[in-house]
């Protein structure tokens, strides 16, 4: 079992920036990928940012959508991965959401956390 806990979130203006961070615990040894996704109100959860093999920092995943406005990245040490958001739009306003998927053995699993609120507005 693997839990993740995030954080980070709040309100910003348009333009400003924010890290989000998740925290894994349990057992974190067999996670595989971690990402970031969002969900908009009214709207389907989407994918931020993914770090595929993350122990080994393998390779890294944006959506064209996030415009390069979105920097994903890991302590090890911390069993942690971070979400860094630069030149928010009020579009971005979402519950930001942590996902540690464990491929291999498989069938795949995925775990969540609870999200974290981003207001991106004036």
């Known amino acids: 079992q693997v839990q993740l806990v995030e954080s980070g979130g709040g309100l910003v203006q348009p333009g400003g920036s924010l890290r989000l961070s998740c925290a894994a615990s349990?057992?974190?040894?067999?996670?595989?990928?971690m990402a970031w996704y969002r969900q908009a109100a009214g709207k389907q959860r989407e994918l931020v940012a993914v770090?595929?093999?993350?122990?080994?920092?393998?390779?890294?995943y944006y959506p064209d959508s996030m415009e390069g406005r979105f920097t994903i990245s890991r302590d090890n040490a911390k069993n942690t991965v971070y979400l860094q958001m630069n030149t928010l739009k009020p579009e971005d306003t979402a519950v930001y959401y942590c996902?540690?998927?464990?491929?291999?053995?498989?069938?795949?699993?995925?775990?969540w956390g609870q999200g974290t609120q981003v207001t991106v507005s004036s």
């Open positions: 996902n540690a998927r464990i491929r291999i053995p498989g069938p795949e699993r995925n775990y």
């Open positions: 349990g057992t974190t040894f067999s996670i595989n990928d």
């Open positions: 770090m595929v093999n993350w122990a080994t920092l393998g390779s890294i």
